[in-house]
């Protein structure tokens, strides 16, 4: 997130309300549920990358691929504000979710699309990684159980690579766990392992930020801050790790490579031992699920924002043996309101934890999540009849491609939401059809171009490829 800019987080107001239960709802049917689904996954990729490659062409720039914040596609100008590095992870995200698409084409023995451009997109995946850099640099922390210096990536650009300020509260923990995400596919995609030790070398940062200290009776108090210059703890902070940490642990599922963990014992001793990795993601991903979902869910099925209350907000330290660490800041207030992609990256969690455990109190979670976020985010339009609306005030429309992906992970252990993911098919195709102006589409899909204010995110114009890439491949699955 950009740590600067928190206020965004209360003008991003979500659509909220009561709209009943959704199978008492008159869900979408529309062409997407009547074209072959062969037929609908090539166009919804040949879409995916249409609208990638114009926005590359408009928000980049520059052989360091410095990408620019809004673009107006009626001006034809860029901002000279650049994105942050959130923003800079929506391209990656992209090019991960078409390259998946391409390969899905051709396992499915069509490998025309695929032969003509994953070269292409590789290509454009490691440039982007090469020029992440630009947001890289290093600082020296103290944590809960260390003091060490790590190299992480700060919320703004550097003028160079690897020189960025990322001390303090320029760098925030849900940063780095997206890139965790992004990584993570990328390597599955490519093979390519620097990918991988990037991905657990970030996995180590963040863990090192968990609260690993004790309460009163002696229970871990959980729960991982915005940052390490924050003593809040956010929902997008917590749940986004959670699926990684599985897919690290399935990695390692056949392995007996071991890792450090770091915990503190009775009496406040900081301790070390070895635990096989396969454990140790497990653990940590079940954790990480069990403190947000026990702090931050609300009795309407959707998740506040943070557990704030602190008072003094300040970081406190204590000292052990002489050695300085991170101490507890009680917490005790749930902030909200609720944002689409704080429920989306909880079900994706439950989603991928019951596939691993086969536990089916995550079965449970995930359909109740599914139901009941459909049902608070959204909402029947009256512009449009036979759609449903997002929230596409600040944020929202990033936040809502995660609640989007988290419907079609869950989607093969709970059709139900079939439903739900074509409320997005139908928006994409609306926008796409009577909006699309020099390659990018308006915030809104489906009320169409603000005459007032027509510059657009880049992370939304990457957002809308990654959907439609998600798509083709969710539509290619279904055939």
């Not at 929506?90 to 070269?119: C, F, R, S, T, W």
Request: glycine share 8%; aromatic share 14%.
């Amino acid at each position: 997130m950009l740590i600067l800019l928190l206020f965004f987080f209360t003008l991003a107001t979500g659509a909220c309300g009561s709209h009943g239960n959704p199978g008492d709802q008159t869900l979408p049917d529309n062409g997407a549920n009547t074209t072959a689904p062969a037929e609908l996954a090539e166009r919804n990729l040949l879409r995916a990358m249409e609208l990638a490659d114009a926005a590359v062409a408009h928000y980049f720039t520059g052989e360091g691929m410095a990408m620019a914040r809004f673009y107006n596609p009626y001006t034809d100008v860029r901002s000279n504000e650049k994105g942050s590095v959130w923003m800079y992870t929506a391209p990656i995200e992209a090019v991960n979710a078409i390259l998946h698409a391409l390969q899905a084409q051709k396992a499915q023995g069509h490998a025309e699309l695929h032969d003509a451009h994953v070269e292409r997109y590789r290509d454009l995946l490691a440039r982007l990684y090469d020029n992440l850099a630009y947001y890289q640099g290093t600082f020296e922390l103290t944590s809960f159980t260390q003091t060490r210096e790590w190299t992480v990536y700060g919320v703004h650009r550097a003028s160079s690579k690897g020189n960025a300020n990322v001390a303090g509260i320029e760098n925030v923990y849900d940063d780095q766990q997206w890139l965790v995400r992004e990584l993570l596919h990328s390597y599955k995609l490519t093979g390519d392992m620097r990918y991988l030790q990037e991905a657990e070398y970030l996995t180590e940062y963040v863990l090192d930020g968990w609260d690993c200290t004790l309460d009163a009776s002696g229970k871990v108090n959980g729960g991982i801050p915005w940052g390490p210059g924050y003593t809040t703890k956010h929902s997008c902070s917590n749940g986004p790790f959670i699926s990684s940490l599985v897919w690290l642990h399935e990695h390692y599922t056949a392995s007996d490579e071991e890792i450090q963990h770091r915990y503190i014992a009775p009496g406040g001793k900081r301790e070390t031992t070895s635990m096989k990795k396969r454990d140790y993601y497990l653990r940590f991903a079940e954790a990480v699920y069990a403190w947000q979902k026990d702090h931050l869910l609300r009795q309407d099925g959707v998740y506040d924002d943070f557990m704030g209350g602190c008072g003094n907000c300040d970081i406190r330290y204590e000292t052990v043996d002489g050695v300085r660490y991170r101490a507890n800041t009680p917490l005790s207030d749930r902030v909200g309101p609720p944002y689409s992609y704080n429920t989306g990256s909880m079900l994706s969690g439950a989603t991928d934890l019951y596939r691993a455990t086969g536990n089916t109190a995550y079965l449970n979670d995930l359909k109740k999540f599914s139901d009941d976020s459909f049902r608070y985010f959204a909402k029947t339009s009256e512009r449009v009849p036979g759609h449903f609306e997002y929230a596409v005030t600040g944020f929202n429309n990033w936040f809502n491609g995660v609640l989007m992906r988290a419907y079609i992970e869950a989607y093969p252990a709970y059709n139900q939401t079939a439903q739900y993911i074509n409320t997005f098919q139908q928006n994409l195709d609306y926008g796409y059809a009577n909006f699309l102006h020099n390659g990018i589409l308006p915030h809104n899909l489906l009320e169409g171009w603000d005459d007032g204010n027509r510059n657009v995110e880049g992370m939304f114009a990457f957002t809308f490829a990654a959907e439609y890439a998600l798509l083709s491949e969710y539509a290619l699955g279904k055939e």
